[in-house]
């Protein structure tokens, strides 16, 4: 950047934005399709069928990454700064948090599970992530390859900052006792989340801010 350039304008973004407009593409769609097929009946059929299942999922989903981006909002420390929902380049996957704080950056990935959460390491075989008793254990292989990302681009940030990643629930019942995590990454709730990022480290309040805004250019806005 030339000493005339203006710097970017930061932009955190929207928790949950581009699970929104998927949930409403898909709303709008089905709409159609049924009003197109039954011109007379497609309001009544619409207002009386339930929306189905891959479709309220985008809804839910959304809603779980608003709540944790308010809890973390809540409870992480003034001078923390937070980027939501944000795209990966050249894929259509995107990173549901970033947080910079002290303690390093931190990859998010919002989870909304009702059920008991529990890690099965038996003698033999692999260890096992179950929510609600069914497996769930490929929830980490998305996570690992964000932090992967963000590892890459912070080499040329700032090589020095540390980076966790941490599967973040609302609705699910984790343990109150003791931490659970697998593969290395922790399972946590938002409040127990905020105190991790809160930890003292090595970036200052202005070192944050860097690190996040550089953070934001190559993670834009979803």
Avoid at 117 to 128: D, T
Avoid at 164 to 185: I, N, R
Wanted: proline share 6%; aromatic share 4%.
């Amino acid at each position: 950047m030339s000493p005339d350039e203006e710097p970017p304008e930061f932009d955190g973004g929207t928790a949950g934005a581009s699970a929104r407009r998927e949930h409403e593409r898909r709303r709008a769609n089905r709409e159609k399709r049924v009003r197109e097929k039954h011109p007379r009946l497609g309001g009544l059929l619409l207002a009386l069928g339930d929306d189905p299942a891959h479709e309220t999922a985008w809804a839910r989903g959304a809603g779980g990454e608003e709540r944790i981006a308010l809890s973390l909002a809540k409870h992480l420390d003034d001078g923390t700064m937070l980027l939501h929902d944000r795209r990966i380049p050249r894929s259509r996957a995107n990173i549901d948090h970033l947080a910079i704080g002290p303690s390093g950056a931190g990859v998010i990935d919002a989870k909304r599970y009702k059920g008991k959460g529990a890690v099965s390491k038996p003698l033999f075989g692999q260890a096992k992530l179950t929510i609600a008793g069914r497996d769930k254990s490929k929830l980490v292989e998305g996570l690992a390859k964000q932090v992967a990302l963000v590892e890459v681009a912070m080499i040329e940030i700032a090589s020095d900052v540390p980076i966790q990643g941490a599967l973040c629930f609302v609705d699910a019942d984790l343990p109150m006792l003791g931490k659970l995590t697998f593969k290395g990454f922790p399972l946590l709730y938002p409040k127990s989340l905020a105190k991790r990022i809160n930890a003292s480290g090595p970036l200052d309040r202005e070192r944050v801010h860097a690190v996040a805004t550089e953070l934001a250019l190559r993670f834009p806005v979803a």
